[in-house]
Structures are given as C-alpha cells and as structure tokens.
C-alpha cells in the first residue's frame, strides 16, 4: 500500500491530530507499507520517523487571511497549502489518501479523481460547515478518533463513522524509574509529591481549576509540587492566579518540551491531572501519561470517559476544584491506589491503544493489512 498522510499542521505544531499523523505514519512504515506524510515549512521542527518521507510545502498562514471568520481563515490557509501540493499528489500516484481536516477534503477528492486513489477521512473534532455533509458522503472511509465523536458528527449530519481512536507509542511512553537528574534541574526533592499536568495552556484545559485545588492542598500541609509543562496564551493568567492564591513556590512552569521528552517527566510524577472543560473529543495527553504508569484525574466530559475507563483513574465533575483537591488528596495518600491504577491505567492503553491495536483495526476497515 502506498498512502499520503495529508496535514499541514503535522510538521508545524504539536497535538493530538499532529500526533497521531507521526506516529500513525510510522506505525505504517513499519509494516512494509509505503507512507509519505505532507506538512507546512515552518521555522518550528517535529520530529518525524525516519523511515517515512516527508514533503513539505509553503501555505498562506492563517494570521494572513481577511478575518472573516475562524473557519474561513482555516479554509485558505489549508487551500493555499492544497494548491502547492496538488501536482505531486498526483505525481506520485497513491492507493490511498488520508486527511485529518474536513478543509482539506475538496483537495483529497479532486487528487483522488485524477489518481484513481481511495480518500481517507479522520476527523478529530467537530469542523463542521456548509456542505460538510456532501463531502463527508464521497470519501470511500471515514472514521472519529472516538464514540463520542462519532456522536457529534452524526447529530450534525446523519452519518455516523467508524470509530478509529488515536494511538500511544507504549515503547517510549512507558514506566521508567524516577529521572534524578531531571528532578535536580527543577529544584525537586525525593520528599515533594510531585503532580504533573500537560497540555496547551489555553482556558478550556481547565489548569486554573487544578491550580485552585493544589493551593487547598497545600494550605492544608501537603507538600505538593505541581508541574505545569506546555505554553499558550492562558500561561500568563495561570501564573497570576499562583501568585494571587500565594503558591509560587509550589507551582512549576518549565514551559513546552518536546513529547519524546515528557516520559522523562512522568517518571517522577506521583499522579497527572488533565481538568478540561471543554469538549475533549479523545484526550491523547491523558493516554501517554496512562501508558507511562502514572495514575490520572480528569473530567466527565466528551471523549475522556472512553480513554479513562473504571479503575484506571479517577475523573471528577468539570469545573469543580473541591472534587478535583478531594481525588488528588485520595491519590496522594494512597501509595497502593496509585500503584493499582497505574499499573491498570497501561495495561488499558496497551490493550486498546496502543499502535499496533490501531493499525490492525485500520487494516480491517480499509480491508488491507
């Protein structure tokens, strides 16, 4: 099989779409098949497999674009990234052709009409727009990366996708012992209960809430250190808001890392909190920290409950710090909990996440191996 995983984002920014297109484009690879993955220049680096070629391609940055409207500056950046690509797209002749945007199906099915190639769609989320459900109807598969998902789509359109979740790389996200040398570096002792969240710091991650519950704990005498690892507009807020609630010196902002480093990070981390308040439609943060046998607390919304299953985390209410200070006060009390759900929490990503469970289930709806 010959396939082009077509995303502009994966070469340009770091998130559960962009990962999945990594790491899927590996997992690929590594079966004998041949993958080649489009991106955006940019003057950021992500890593990607080396086994797997990589185009990349100039496009009009959204920021560019007349502001009409969110989806419409999404649509010319991901149009001006199609009109570059569409020669060779055709050029190199695919069996099949996966995008992880609905932007970016008009360009997919005009390529698929000239290769005679098979379209791929894989929506992560809920960019819906006119004519979404025309187009959705003339790919040849489609699938959501949850059930929750495949529920927002079908409400909008009528038409409910195979549900294809995204994967965890479980050989580098995986317990290890403790990372003395990192915990050194953030001025961490063997004492601190070390907490670890991340994720974009953007408001809908819900931090503030975790924040808010760390600060009681701490006022009650726990000797917890939250880590905070990621940026974002929000970052600024946050840090206000440790100042204002008088935890500065619990509370770390190391900044973004790159995710093959944040195993190193998670070796040191009693539990992982990921509080979200918006609509998380999988939760692949949540995963990788599960896969590293950390135990997690989140929240009951979207997608969250289908990665978090019964006994391999706790979740909590959104919105709520007494709920989420509560089950991190339980967490961080209980050593043999915290073993049990860890230790569940990645026999539960291994089973059902991790790649080769992903690939070989792809292999079956597509009907090739």
């Known amino acids: 099989m010959k396939i082009a995983l077509y995303n502009l984002t994966t070469t340009t920014q770091s998130g559960g779409i962009e990962t999945f297109n990594r790491e899927m484009a590996r997992a690929l690879a590594k079966r004998g098949h041949t993958v080649h993955v489009y991106g955006g220049r940019s003057a950021e680096s992500y890593n990607i497999p080396p086994e797997v070629t990589t185009y990349l391609y100039p496009y009009i940055r959204r920021a560019r674009v007349p502001n009409l409207g969110t989806r ?8 001006s990234f199609g009109v570059v690509t569409f020669r060779d797209l055709i050029k190199r002749e695919y069996d099949y052709l996966y995008v992880s945007k609905s932007f970016d199906i ?7 009409h000239y290769l005679r190639a098979k379209v791929i769609f894989g929506s992560g ?19 959501a990366c949850s059930a929750f998902n495949a529920s927002q789509i079908e409400k909008y359109c009528g038409i409910r996708p195979e549900v294809l979740p995204n994967g965890v790389n479980t050989e580098l996200f995986r317990p290890t012992e403790p990372d003395r040398e990192l915990q050194q570096k953030l001025g961490l002792t063997g004492t601190d209960t070390i907490i670890m969240s991340a994720c974009r710091l953007v408001g809908w991650k819900g931090i ?9 704990l701490v006022k009650e005498g726990y000797g917890i250190k939250y880590v905070i690892i990621g940026d974002g507009e929000y970052r600024r807020d946050l840090e206000n808001l440790v100042e204002t609630l008088g935890v500065g010196n619990s509370v770390l902002f190391p900044g973004g890392i790159k995710n093959s480093e944040l ?12 509080p ?3 609509i998380e439609t999988f939760g692949i943060s949540i995963a990788e920290a599960m896969a590293c046998g ?3 607390i989140s929240t009951r919304v979207g997608g969250i409950p289908e990665v978090v299953a019964e006994g391999t985390g706790l979740l909590v209410p959104p919105r709520d710090e007494v709920s989420l200070s509560e089950a991190l006060k339980t967490l961080v009390t209980d050593s043999a909990l915290r073993e049990r759900m860890g230790a569940e929490g990645r026999r539960r990503i291994i089973e059902k996440f991790s790649w080769d469970v992903i690939v070989e289930r792809f292999g079956r709806y597509i009907g090739n191996a």
Do not use: C, M, N, W
């Not at 008009?106 to 698929?112: G, N, Y």
């Not at 195993?263 to 990921?274: E, I, T």
């Open 208 to 216: 503030q809430y975790a924040v808010k519950a760390v600060a009681r």
């Open 294 to 296: 950390v135990p997690v």
């Open 276 to 278: 979200s308040i918006g």
């Open 263 to 274: 195993p190193r990070y998670y070796s040191v981390a009693k539990a992982a909190v990921f």
């Open 72 to 79: 419409f500056r999404k649509f010319v950046e991901r149009l």
């Open 125 to 143: 989320g809920t960019e819906f727009f006119p004519g979404y459900k025309y187009l959705v109807e003339k790919v040849d598969h489609f699938f």
């Open 106 to 112: 008009p360009v997919a099915l005009l390529a698929s």
